[in-house]
């Protein structure tokens, strides 16, 4: 039975401290949230619907609302997307929130970093489906006549969070290549 002036016992010192968990990264989720409500908010104030406002020549801002999900997908629909959509996102946002606490948030950042962009991407788009019943876009990009769908922050979120889960896994895939698996008797 110890006693109050013993110490009490942390851990053991081959355990050292816990790492951070990937959680960490959510700040970086909150941040892409606020950024693109925020622009959403801007450019529904400042801008007319459809009508395009030139940045560079192959990039305008033009506000847009989508009732469907990437590249205007399902958009033609009744409006139950609408409610496949969100708990898509939730399910999606649950599962990423649980993996990242499985994640070291150093050693793992890419992946961390990954996650938590997709992850705020997709609850920034999830906001507008909720609050407004569609995504609001604005980002027009083209060349020489041919219109790439229109998209916002969040969807950019998402797009680079992939792209960097791409990164990670080939370069998993790599090390995975190069560290030998088992040694073989000789």
């Keep these: 039975m110890s006693t109050e002036n013993e110490p009490r016992a942390t851990g053991t010192a081959a355990s050292g401290p816990r790492p951070l968990s990937g959680r960490v990264w959510l700040a970086l989720s909150l941040g892409v949230i606020g950024l693109d409500q925020w622009s959403k908010a801007w450019v529904v104030r400042h801008l007319s619907f459809h009508v395009a406002r030139p940045i560079l020549p192959m990039l305008d801002l033009t506000l847009a609302y989508n009732t469907g999900a990437a590249f205007s997908f399902l958009a033609d629909q009744t409006g139950w997307q609408r409610w496949v959509l ?3 996102a939730l399910v999606v946002a649950v599962l990423i929130i649980g993996y990242l606490g ?3 948030a150093r050693r793992q950042s890419l992946l961390c970093a990954a996650l938590a962009l997709i992850l705020g991407g997709a609850l920034g788009n999830l ?3 909720l609050r407004l019943g569609y995504v609001v876009d604005f980002i027009s990009a083209h060349w020489h006549g041919h ?9 950019s979120s998402i797009t680079i969070g992939a792209a960097l889960l791409l990164i990670d896994l080939w370069r998993e895939s790599r090390r995975a290549a190069t560290s030998p698996s088992r040694q073989e008797d000789i």
């Design 86 to 88: 969100t708990v898509l």
């Design 102 to 104: 499985r994640l070291e």
């Design 127 to 129: 906001i507008d489906r």
């Design 147 to 155: 219109y790439f769908p229109a998209f916002n922050m969040a969807d």
